[in-house]
């Protein structure tokens, strides 16, 4: 990492510096000092580097939404060359790029991306469990799901995913407790409790009460989508005529 080497130099030669101009009596200022000047750069480095990838993320976001895909995506490839200098960025960037060609329904094109993926992303994070589940690695799946739900527990969305992908396997056993361990993080969630309350009763778990954050995870058939979309159309023409 640039970044990390830039500033180790950085201080070392402050140290040196130091020792050279004062005797080897003031080694603790020199330490001093090269720490200091260590973390300021180190510091300064990983805003200027941040301010930059923040920039092209906004700048890929504005292209998906005038549905310049594509651009987005080469846009984020080339953005990787930030990695060497930060760390972190890699795994930022590599999320957005598996979170696109996800949604473009390019679930071959964004497995490797999602491998790569950062933890803390748990969008990215479910989206590389469901490819896992797909592709008959359970044990996959749900060693990603448990990283996901580590690092993000508050997300009602991500245990009610991790939850439905047991019932594909055919796992009520383990849909439900996946569902009352997430309770345990957010006590009282009502769309934890709907799904929870369902599968206790053989029915199906209450996936639409998350709205369009549910549908991006494909997980629901076309067939259905497409009725929950043309429904909402038409409360949304009955809307505009009043």
Avoid at 114 to 124: H, S
Wanted: with cysteine.
């Amino acid at each position: 990492m640039y970044n990390f080497l830039i500033s180790g130099a950085i201080a070392l030669i402050a140290i040196v510096v130091v020792i050279l101009a004062a005797g080897t009596s003031a080694w603790w200022w020199a330490i001093l000092v090269g720490l200091a000047l260590f973390g300021g750069s180190f510091l300064l480095i990983s805003r200027v580097v941040m301010k930059k990838v923040l920039a092209l993320m906004e700048s890929a976001s504005r292209d998906i939404q005038a549905q310049r895909v594509e651009k987005a995506i080469r846009d984020l490839k080339e953005g990787l060359r930030y990695s060497r200098w930060q760390i972190y960025v890699e795994g930022q960037i590599n999320a957005q790029i598996g979170i696109i060609y996800y949604l473009k329904r390019d679930f071959s094109g964004a497995f490797p991306y999602l491998e790569k993926a950062f933890t803390k992303n748990w969008v990215a994070m479910a989206m590389l469990a469901i490819t896992y589940m797909k592709r008959n690695k359970r044990d996959k799946m749900k060693e990603t799901f448990e990283k996901a739900v580590q690092w993000s527990p508050k997300e009602s969305l991500l245990w009610s995913v991790y939850a439905y992908c047991w019932t594909e396997c055919e796992d009520m056993g383990q849909a439900r407790e996946v569902l009352e361990r997430g309770l345990k993080k957010i006590p009282g969630d009502d769309k934890l409790t709907a799904s929870l309350e369902a599968l206790k009763e053989g029915k199906k778990m209450k996936m639409k009460n998350y709205g369009e954050m549910w549908l991006q995870f494909h997980l629901e058939r076309q067939s259905v989508v497409m009725k929950q979309q043309a429904a909402a159309m038409g409360m949304k023409r009955r809307f505009i005529r009043k």
